[in-house]
């Protein structure tokens, strides 16, 4: 049985059956589709990975397209908090725009830069310490002597005044570069017309023009521009040398022993002159009290004389003498016995009392 003739669909001339194309019209003879549907296993785990990669690309385009959003809002939405103002700085225009003060949220273009300045109350402290932001400082007196200043200056600054101050200023160090010099230099300039001793008779007129000085030096200052609003200022301390101290110190002790000293003298003084005027005093009462007394013994006499209505006066005034002598030797004896000598009797007398009593 022989073999049945191929011919080509088209053209109609014989051909072989096993060839692709028609050598005489080059139609296609047979399809290019596999004789089997299986996928060999290179060409299948390739597919595979294949699809791992695309999922990880999916899932590596949706990370990336939210950190972009993330990215975006932060740069967009911006808290200011209590305290700051907000300046806005555009680097394409070079314009810089604000304050937006806080508390607030402000909304903003992402290629705009947002500087936060703090414009309510800040410090700047110098003395020799941890918390301190500059060390104390050196200064010399009238009479060059050499101390060390402990100060501490407060201020707050002019919203209206910050974009100018920021253009001044753009890397926000002006407590560094004007504050803390500018209150160095008046200090220095203070004391320099104060002597040593006067920095301790006179620290508050001291510490009121170092405020006063410093403040006039920042309100003058072009870079600045007129942003600082109030100054407060402390003086914490003057540290002269200790040999000095010293000194200071002896001195005021022999003020204060010579003022004691004074002050006992004129107690003396005082005393004294009491003391005094105490006796002068005292004297001139006796001495009243004596003419007084005399007078009294004087008219007692007459009227005894009159009523005995003798003419010896001379014995009746030994008599009453006697009398008022021997009443202040025994004031309470009534009965007032003499003896005339050995063997003799003595005499008896009733002195006379001054008692209402029977």
Do not use: H
Request: glycine share 4%.
């Amino acid at each position: 049985m022989s073999k049945p003739v191929f011919k080509c669909p088209k053209c109609g001339i014989e051909t072989d059956e096993n060839l692709p194309y028609c050598r005489s019209c080059g139609a296609q003879l047979k399809s290019e589709e596999p004789k089997s549907r299986r996928i060999p296993f290179p060409l299948a785990k390739a597919g595979g990975r294949l699809r791992k990669v695309m999922k990880l690309s999916a899932v590596l385009g949706l990370v990336v397209i939210l950190s972009v959003a993330v990215l975006f809002s932060s740069a967009m939405f911006v808290n200011v908090p209590v305290g700051y103002a907000l300046i806005l700085v555009d680097p394409l225009t070079k314009a810089v725009d604000g304050p937006v003060l806080g508390p607030t949220w402000y909304i903003k273009a992402p290629w705009i830069q947002g500087i936060q300045i703090y414009y309510a109350l800040d410090s700047l402290g110098m003395w020799d310490g941890i918390e301190a932001d500059y060390p104390s400082v050196p200064c010399f007196s009238r009479d060059q002597l050499e101390m060390r200043i402990d100060i501490m200056v407060r201020w707050t600054l002019n919203p209206t005044n910050l974009v100018d101050l920021y253009r001044s200023y753009p890397n926000l160090d002006w407590k560094k570069t004007a504050i803390a010099s500018m209150a160095r230099e008046s200090m220095r300039f203070v004391t320099a017309n104060f002597t040593a001793v006067e920095t301790v008779e006179k620290r508050v007129l001291i510490a009121a023009s170092m405020r006063n000085e410093i403040l006039r030096r920042l309100i003058s200052e072009p870079s600045l521009v007129g942003a600082i609003f109030s100054l407060e200022f402390d003086l914490r301390n003057i540290a002269l040398p200790a040999s000095y101290t010293a000194a200071i110190e002896a001195k005021l002790v022999a003020e204060q022993q010579k003022l004691q000293s004074e002050f006992q003298r004129e107690k003396i003084l005082i005393l004294a002159n009491a003391t005094a005027q105490e006796a002068i005093i005292r004297a001139r009462g006796e001495a009243q009290s004596k003419v007084i007394l005399a007078n009294g013994t004087r008219q007692a006499i007459e009227m005894a004389i009159q009523a005995a209505g003798v003419t010896n006066s001379t014995t009746i005034a030994e008599l009453y003498l006697w009398v008022e002598a021997l009443k202040q030797i025994a004031p309470n004896v009534n009965v007032l016995i003499i003896t005339t000598g050995t063997g003799e009797t003595p005499l008896i007398f009733q002195l006379p009392s001054n008692s209402t009593q029977p």
